[in-house]
């Protein structure tokens, strides 16, 4: 089983900045794509971004040119640098890794963006 552990949410006016952190412990397969997503209460689950082994992203459209996704292979850590935040940002927000066995999702952290 891998077990990731997040931390970095909170509360935050609009216009601030949070980093998110996402730690991944596994014990004999390597984490292959490494994504973040949020729900907001009464919305589908969003796939915000996205990064791959070799450092490739992708983004969805509402965090595009605001949010930035990295990772540290050494660490098996990924990061969601957020920017510029918006009242509408605000919803739980969880990270999910791939590897060949399958993929596995963090315990979700409260992202709440105030006016």
């Known amino acids: 089983q891998v077990q990731l552990v997040e931390s970095g949410g909170g509360l935050v006016q609009a216009g601030g900045s949070l980093r998110l952190s996402c730690v991944a412990s596994?014990?004999?397969?390597?984490?292959?794509?490494m994504r973040w997503y949020r729900q907001a209460p009464g919305k589908q689950r969003e796939l915000l971004a996205t990064?791959?082994?070799?450092?490739?992203?992708d983004y969805a459209d509402s965090v595009k040119g605001r949010f930035t996704i990295s990772r540290d292979n050494a660490k098996n850590t990924v990061y969601l640098q957020m920017n510029s935040l918006k009242p509408e940002d605000t919803a739980v927000y969880s990270c999910?890794?791939?590897?060949?066995?399958?993929?596995?999702w963090g315990q979700g952290t409260q992202v709440t963006v105030s006016s």
């Open positions: 999910n890794v791939g590897t060949v066995v399958g993929g596995f």
């Open positions: 596994v014990s004999r397969f390597s984490i292959n794509v």
């Open positions: 990064i791959t082994r070799a450092g490739s992203t």
